[in-house]
């Protein structure tokens, strides 16, 4: 059955993610949640119930916009993992199960992510990796990324660890970091949009 979601009509928005299927926007956790911090369980069988979560997931982070989202981070307990680091929303990954074989070089970015909203931090990793991971259908694939896309894949790959990127910052730093999004917390304070050019938010 297809059907249109309200929020679109009622927004007048033009968007161009339509597909015609009903999808959810999912709730970001923010740090410092601690359900951020579960290890996630693999997926047994890639079925109808997480391609749906698979939509939800890209709708959701389309939607920040960010171009990488772990199904930890909208409380989801499965190896799952949505990202698109094109800029014109033209490349979305699915990632269900991944694993990376192997790391290369070295780079250093400029890192945000849609659970620590409004902080960017430059973050030390792998510049090229090879990865394996099941797609959307249950199928099996390797390949090699570099740049963005391998930045994206780590990134989202500590999420499913538990992990997240303010680990790799200073004690003093994360502990700066936390207080601040208590404090908006507490004060209600909406997180505010992310802005690209101050960093990649995964
Ligand atoms: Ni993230």
């Known amino acids: 059955m297809v059907s249109v979601r ?15 299927f009903t999808m959810t926007l999912l709730q970001v956790l923010r740090y410092p949640d601690p359900r951020l911090r579960h290890r996630a ?40 993992v949505v990202v698109d680091a094109s800029e014109d929303k033209s490349a979305p990954l699915t ?8 790391r290369e070089g070295e780079e250093e970015s400029q890192e945000g992510c849609l659970s ?3 902080v960017y931090e430059m973050v030390r990793r792998a510049e090229r990796i090879r990865f394996r991971a099941l797609d959307r259908d249950g199928v099996p694939f390797e390949a090699d990324a570099e740049g963005l896309l391998a930045v994206c894949i780590q990134h ?16 003093l730093k994360r502990r700066r970091i936390r207080k601040r999004l208590e404090k908006q917390r507490r004060q209600g304070v909406e997180a505010p949009a992310p802005k690209r050019r101050e960093g990649t938010v995964i």
């Open 116 to 118: 620590v909203p409004g």
């Open 6 to 20: 309200p929020r679109r009509l009622l927004m007048g928005r033009s968007d161009d993610f339509v597909t015609g």
């Open 156 to 171: 989202e790959c500590d999420h499913l660890e538990g992990r997240l990127f303010v680990d790799y910052l200073s004690e």
């Open 95 to 102: 990632l269900v199960n991944p694993e990376i074989l192997g």
């Open 41 to 80: 369980r693999p997926v047994e069988r890639v079925d109808d119930e997480v391609r749906r979560l698979i939509d939800d997931l890209f709708e959701t982070m389309y939607d920040a916009p960010g171009v990488g989202l772990a199904a930890v981070q909208v409380s989801v307990d499965r190896r799952v």
